[in-house]
């Protein structure tokens, strides 16, 4: 079995990278504007971070899971998560125990709590051994290797959206 080699820091700094531009876009919502839906379909800036929030806070929780050795490459999925997530053509259906709760948010709470998510998952991500395989989770058998990859598209995919919900609130 062929080890893929990465650099863990590096995809954690461009997770980080990603969450600090969705936290800035959040902050330069005008606070008139922090709960409305810019367009059908969509939700609201502080929906989005929250729901970026609760999958961050879930792959942290699954860094810590009791798991097996990948008896595959541990990157082996890497880039179907990245031709998945970052196809913006692609719609999907959030699954429940992420999708935001409707209601006022706050912007700054929302944002301290999208920042507090992403130091644990580093936290977490810099112990779990990530050739370890995670068994039940939503995207099927996955490396916690895969995991960090898959945050940081899952990021990216949410930051291109929250660009797309500041341009149509400007738009209002």
């Known amino acids: ?28 919502v005008d606070e ?69 709760e409707i209601g006022i948010y706050e912007r700054h709470p929302t944002i301290g709590k999208l920042n507090e998510a992403f130091k644990q998952f580093k936290e977490n991500a810099g112990i779990a051994n990530l050739n370890e395989l995670v068994e039940g989770l939503p995207l099927g058998p996955i490396t916690k290797l895969e995991i960090i990859y898959f945050t940081l598209f899952h990021t990216k995919r949410h930051l291109h959206q929250m ?3 500041c341009e149509a609130l400007e738009n209002k």
């Open 1 to 28: 079995m062929e080890i893929q080699t990465f650099d863990k820091n590096g995809v954690l700094a461009s997770i980080a990278e990603a969450v600090t531009q969705l936290a800035g876009l959040m902050a330069s």
């Open 32 to 100: 008139d504007q922090v709960n409305i839906i810019p367009y059908k379909g969509s939700w609201t800036a502080p929906q989005l971070l929250t729901h970026v929030t609760k999958s961050i806070t879930g792959m942290s929780k699954a860094m810590l899971r009791d798991a097996k050795p990948a008896e595959r490459n541990p990157g082996e999925r890497i880039e179907e998560l990245k031709k998945v997530f970052l196809d913006f053509s692609n719609t999907f259906q959030s699954p429940e125990f992420i999708i935001p």
């Open 163 to 165: 660009r797309n919900i």
